[in-house]
T-cell receptor
Framework: SAVISQKPSRDICQRGTSLTIQCQVD?????MFWYRQQPGQSLTLIAT?????????ESGFVIDKFPISRPNLTFSTLTVSNMSPEDSSIYLC??????????FGSGTRLTVV | GENVEQHPSTLSVQEGDSAVIKCTYS??????FPWYKQELGKRPQLIID?????GEKKDQRIAVTLNKTAKHFSLHITETQPEDSAVYFC????????????FGEGTQLTVNP
């Protein structure tokens, strides 16, 4: 299966600033996904990113807050904009890496102070 | 859309005992059901999966069963070991373009030595 490199692994940010998270896949993938995971909870899908088209956002998530780029078939970024303490969470990228296979990045632990 | 319910939310067993985690899904067209293990601070890792054309799949101490009629699937871990302690997530997906995984809420499994 594919390997996904995600960075940064963690960051502490001031409220009102933005953070961009990057994910690099070691093979070409059509679909990439961005999740948020609060401690002790399940994964909540933020958006689906296909190369060459705008990301599709889930209910409760908007492009102005979580802009996503997908410039090619191996790379994607998620920006958390105008951060508040409520944005403190773990952010995970994922990719459909084969027949039904879904692989995850190592996650970004974000703390907003 | 798909809805996945997972039970129990916590499970504590003695080393060597068996553990069973159950999930139900709502979309009868879902046809792929993976199980993920997430250790503290780590990314979710696929441990086993099953497709809708089979009823059971085994991999050493881990097995998954699927009942399409009842729309539920279960993870069975035999001869549990302390290193099996983790959060386990079930998920379901229907194969269509733009499809994405729907996760259960997770089960915290603790194996006591």
């Amino acid at each position: 299966s594919a390997v996904i490199s995600q960075k940064p692994s963690r960051d502490i940010c001031q409220r009102g600033t933005s953070l961009t998270i990057q994910c690099q896949v070691d093979s070409q993938v059509t679909m990439m996904f961005w999740y948020r995971q609060q401690p002790g909870q399940s994964l909540t899908l933020i958006a689906t990113a296909n190369q060459g088209s705008e990301a599709t956002y889930e209910s409760g998530f908007v492009i102005d807050k979580f802009p996503i780029s997908r410039p090619n078939l191996t790379f994607s970024t998620l920006t958390v904009s105008n951060m508040s303490p409520e944005d403190s969470s773990i952010y995970l990228c994922s990719a459909a890496t084969g027949v039904y296979g879904y692989t995850f990045g190592s996650g970004t632990r974000l703390t907003v102070v | 859309g798909e809805n996945v319910e997972q039970h129990p939310s916590t499970l504590s067993v003695q080393e060597g005992d068996s553990a069973v985690i159950k999930c139900t899904y709502s979309d009868s067209a879902s046809n792929y059901f993976p199980w993920y293990k997430q250790e503290l601070g780590k990314r979710p890792q696929l441990i086993i999966d099953i497709r809708s054309n089979v009823g059971e799949k085994k991999d050493q101490r881990i097995a998954v069963t699927l009942n399409k009629t009842a729309k539920h699937f279960s993870l069975h871990i035999t001869e549990t070991q302390p290193e099996d302690s983790a959060v386990y997530f079930c998920a379901a997906i229907r194969e269509t373009s733009g499809s994405r995984l729907t996760f259960g809420e997770g089960t915290q499994l603790t194996v006591n030595p």
